[in-house]
C-alpha cells in the first residue's frame, strides 16, 4: 500500500514561471516531510523539508507548504529554470522511527 | 551531507547469476539503508544495514535473495542473488546522519537478461 502518493507523473512549465509538484499522504503518523531531486544516473538529492509543526518553509527559490488536515505537501518553484528539469521524489517520515517512505516521482520539464 | 559511492554503477547480468554492489560513505555513520528503484515505481526500502548484526529486512525482502553486509560504519555490501529480469532495477545505497535527512549514493543500475 502506497503512503505517499505523487499523482502527476510529468510536469511541464515555462521557465520562469512557478512549479507546482504535489504529494499526498495517508498515514497521520507521519511528522517530517522532504522533498528530492534526482537527474538521470545520479542518487536523489535532497532539497527541502518541513516539520510538522509548520506549515511553509522557503529556501530561496523552493518552498514547500504543508496541510496536514489534508495531509497534502506541495513544492513551489519560482522562477523555474532550465536546470530544474529532474524528477521529484517526496517523501516521508515519522520521527519515532527511522524508515522514509517515498512517492513515485514527478518528472518536470522547464521549457526555455 | 556525507559523500557515498557506488560500485558498480551499472551491469547487465545473466540470469541466474548474483552480484555484489558496495557502498562506501566517506565518514562513519550509524545507519545505512538499500533502496530499489523498479521502473516507473518509488524508492523501495530493501533492508537496513546494521554494523555488528543481521541486517533488518522488510516486508516483501528476503536475505537469502539479498544479503547484505556491513563489516564496518563506513561500508556495506548488497548481494542480489539468483537473478531474474523482474531484478533490473536501480538498487540505491543511502545512509542517515540525523532522524531528518537520509543522503543518497548514485545508483547502481542493473539491467538482468
Known amino acids: 500500500d502506497q503512503q505517499v502518493k505523487q499523482n502527476s507523473p510529468s510536469l511541464s512549465v515555462q521557465e520562469g514561471r512557478i512549479s507546482i509538484l504535489n504529494c499526498d499522504y495517508t498515514?497521520?503518523?507521519?511528522?517530517?516531510f522532504l522533498w528530492y531531486k534526482k537527474y538521470p544516473a545520479e542518487g536523489p538529492t535532497f532539497l527541502i523539508s518541513i516539520s510538522s509543526i509548520k506549515d511553509k518553509n522557503e529556501d530561496g527559490r523552493f518552498t514547500v507548504f504543508l496541510n496536514k488536515s489534508a495531509k497534502h505537501l506541495s513544492l513551489h518553484i519560482v522562477p523555474s529554470q532550465p536546470g530544474d528539469s529532474a524528477v521529484y521524489f517526496c517523501?516521508?517520515?515519522?520521527?519515532?522511527?527511522?524508515?522514509?517512505?517515498f512517492g513515485t516521482g514527478t518528472s518536470l520539464t522547464v521549457i526555455p | 551531507s556525507a559523500v557515498i559511492s557506488q560500485k558498480p554503477s551499472r551491469d547487465i547480468c545473466q540470469r541466474g547469476t548474483s552480484l555484489t554492489i558496495q557502498c562506501q560513505v566517506d565518514s562513519q555513520v550509524t545507519m545505512m539503508f538499500w533502496y530499489r528503484q523498479q521502473p516507473g515505481q518509488s524508492l523501495t526500502l530493501i533492508a537496513t544495514?546494521?554494523?555488528?548484526?543481521?541486517?533488518?529486512?522488510e516486508s516483501g525482502f528476503v536475505i537469502d535473495k539479498f544479503p547484505i553486509s556491513r563489516p564496518n560504519l563506513t561500508f556495506s555490501t548488497l548481494t542480489v542473488s539468483n537473478m531474474s529480469p523482474e531484478d533490473s532495477s536501480i538498487y540505491l545505497c543511502?545512509?542517515?546522519?540525523?532522524?531528518?535527512?537520509?543522503?543518497f549514493g548514485p545508483g547502481t543500475r542493473l539491467l538482468v537478461l
Open positions: 498515514n497521520s503518523m507521519f511528522d517530517y
Open positions: 517523501a516521508a517520515s515519522a520521527r519515532t522511527g527511522n524508515q522514509f517512505y
Open positions: 543511502s545512509v542517515t546522519r540525523s532522524a531528518e535527512t537520509q543522503y
Open positions: 544495514a546494521n554494523q555488528g548484526s543481521e541486517a533488518t529486512y
